[in-house]
């Protein structure tokens, strides 16, 4: 099974950036898809991007969409989200989460099989 550790939350401004960095040891991680999730207390779980296993196709949420970019680095097992234009309603604990073998689209959390512990990213002015 594979390890997930997130790094890179912390606390930022409205219009400011930050980059998130997920860290994947142990199990396949090249041919897997990956993801960015998002939950803030007492709400579901919800998706902000998600990349194919060789990294030539992305998906957003509508919310993120043109302002969150989503990458990752297959030789050196990284999947990082870059956050730019960031906006109160970005707060959450992020995650970063491996999609189930043979999902090439996945953006339901019901997809992936594998979640880290959560980064906290707070907007705020």
């Known amino acids: 099974q594979v390890q997930l550790v997130e790094s890179g939350g912390g606390l930022s401004q409205p219009g400011a950036s930050l980059r998130l960095s997920c860290a994947a040891s142990g199990g396949t991680f090249d041919s897997r898809s990956m993801g960015w999730f998002r939950q803030v207390s007492g709400k579901e779980r919800e998706f902000v991007a998600s990349i194919s296993w060789g990294g030539g196709s992305t998906w957003y949420a509508d919310s993120v969409k043109g302002r969150f970019t989503i990458s990752r680095d297959n030789a050196k097992a990284t999947v990082d989200l870059q956050m730019d234009g960031l906006r109160p309603e970005d707060t959450a604990v992020y995650y970063c989460?491996?999609?189930?073998?043979?999902?090439?689209?996945?953006?339901?959390?019901?997809?992936?099989?594998?979640w880290g512990q959560g980064t906290q990213v707070t907007v705020s002015s």
């Open positions: 989460a491996q999609a189930e073998p043979m999902n090439y689209g996945a953006r339901r959390v019901s997809e992936f099989d594998a």
